[in-house]
């Protein structure tokens, strides 16, 4: 069945380091990929989103490129902040017929040091 | 709107216990999904309603699990006869259709600790 592996954490970084949390998938089709963002006590918000190859996602500073041929929608951040410590997840949706759902990673848990 | 609310936000309750959980997704969106989210793992699908349509279970939904969307609108989701390996968060998101890239909308979930 459809996956998602990524990078498993926790990442500790200083403000303003360059940030990059991978995730690779499996499908059988031809999904959507997503990075939502779970900040502390809130729920899940999504950060941004790619529905076909080579696309670009990118929000608050984030990007992600949906690679088909490494099967892959790595997130990248030029310069962390303080506020960007949270917990970030790498989804897939296959929609084909009735579907729709979501497929997540573990997490990888994000934490920014002044 | 609000956004995806969910009710309640924390509950506690003894094994064998029954429990029901509420989500009230946003008003004009025609897709609810239920999800699971146990500590250090992402959240895994339980199950989703095209308005007030049940269309997909996972096989994580046990007999034990039951869910309703009654007149399309608002959600429950029962657990009876609780077991400590349900002690989880319990997620309810919404979106608007199933378009690629649709976005679903998350609430802030009901933490279930069975004691």
């Known amino acids: 069945g459809d996956s998602v592996t990524q990078m498993e954490g926790p990442v500790t970084l200083s403000e303003e380091a360059f940030l990059t949390i991978n995730c690779t998938y499996t499908?059988?089709?031809?999904?959507?990929l997503f990075w939502y963002v779970q900040y502390p006590g809130e729920g899940l918000q999504l950060l941004l989103k790619?529905?076909?190859?080579?696309d670009k996602g990118s929000n608050k500073g984030f990007e992600a490129t949906y690679r088909k041929e490494t099967t892959s929608f790595h997130l990248e951040k030029g310069s962390v902040q303080v506020s960007d410590s949270a917990v970030y997840f790498c989804?897939?949706?296959?929609?084909?017929?009735?579907?729709?759902?979501?497929?997540f990673g573990k997490g990888t848990k994000l934490s920014v040091k002044p | 709107d609000t956004g995806v609310s969910q009710d309640p936000r924390h509950k506690i309750t003894k094994r064998g216990q029954n429990v029901t959980f509420r989500c009230d997704p946003i008003?004009?969106?025609?897709?609810l999904y239920w999800y699971r989210q146990t500590l250090g793992q992402g959240p895994e699908f339980l199950t989703y309603?095209?308005?007030?349509?049940?269309?997909?279970k996972s096989r994580l939904l046990s007999d034990r699990f039951s869910a309703e969307r009654p007149k399309g609108s608002f959600s429950t989701l029962e657990i009876q006869r609780t077991e400590q390996g349900d002690s989880a968060m319990y997620l309810c998101?919404?979106?608007?259709?199933?378009?690629?890239?649709?976005?679903?909308?998350f609430g802030q979930g009901t933490r279930l600790t069975v004691v």
């Open positions: 499908a059988t089709g031809y999904p959507s």
């Open positions: 309603f095209q308005n007030e349509a049940q269309l997909e």
């Open positions: 998101a919404s979106s608007l259709q199933a378009a690629p890239g649709a976005e679903a909308f």
């Open positions: 989804a897939l949706s296959e929609v084909s017929g009735s579907q729709g759902n979501l497929i």
């Open positions: 790619a529905t076909k190859a080579d």
């Open positions: 008003s004009e969106h025609n897709r």
